[in-house]
């Protein structure tokens, strides 16, 4: 089993000072679970100073995006090397926002993806369908079509170097969440794909979390299907007594 992986997904919330403020109030409760990884993506700009806190406490530092290019003029983004060198471990590519409102297309997030791992980021892959793609039947071929896109031609030594996050876009901000059922069935279907790419024993390895309303009463459910390794949490991070309550999933 791979370790659990939780993420907070900070979007565009919070200033560096009230950032720093939010990840010193969680610390308490984050640091005393040794058997999860927990790591926290907040805005760019407060990425220097949130990871000074968590490096202290041993939690993992993410990025909620980057451009592939290592450097260059290109205003306005920001690199995997500049990442990495903030102290980042994994960094979120490919979510739906980004798609939706920003035009990133699968070819785009191939590359980011690739760029990533070559610069020893781990990246997490998003993937997911809207609510006319699940009407209409087209989950599955949605998911593959973003996974195909997402890492094509990817050679990878360990499963642990690559994280899938299963984000059904209706979701996402709306306080409906997949049933737990339905959850494990798309991520066993992600697990299918990797297998026939990357073979079973890396496939295995690779943790594939879910996103989409995740809230401390769903969390327990969601986590004790097979193949969900973990969450990406986007408003329920932001308060310190829910993200608490979802690292703590399972326990009383
Ligand atoms: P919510 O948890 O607010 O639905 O957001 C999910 C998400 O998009 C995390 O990346």
Known sequence: MPTPLIVA????????????????????????????QVAVAPPFVALSAVGVVLREAGLFLAAQNMFWE?????????????????????????HSERRQYFGEGDGEVGRKVHSALQEGLVPILCVGETLGEREYG??????????????????????????????????????????????????????????????EKVSEKIRIIYGGSVKPDNVDALMAMKDINGALVGGASLDVDSFSRIVNFGRD
């Open 70 to 94: 290592q450097e260059g003029a290109y205003t306005g983004e920001i690199s995997p090397v500049m990442l990495r060198d903030l102290g980042c471990r994994f960094v979120i590519l490919g």
């Open 138 to 199: 087209k989950t599955f071929e949605v998911i593959e079509r973003q996974m195909r896109g997402g890492f094509e031609d990817i050679v990878l030594d360990s499963g642990e170097e690559l994280v899938i996050a299963y984000e059904p876009v209706w979701a996402i901000g709306t306080g409906k969440t997949s049933s737990p059922e339905a959850a494990q069935e798309v991520h066993g279907f992600i697990r299918g794909l990797l297998g026939n790419v990357l073979g």
């Open 9 to 36: 997904n900070w979007k565009m919330h919070k200033t560096v000072s009230e950032a720093v403020d939010l990840v010193q109030e969680m610390l308490p409760d984050l640091r005393v679970i040794p058997e999860i």
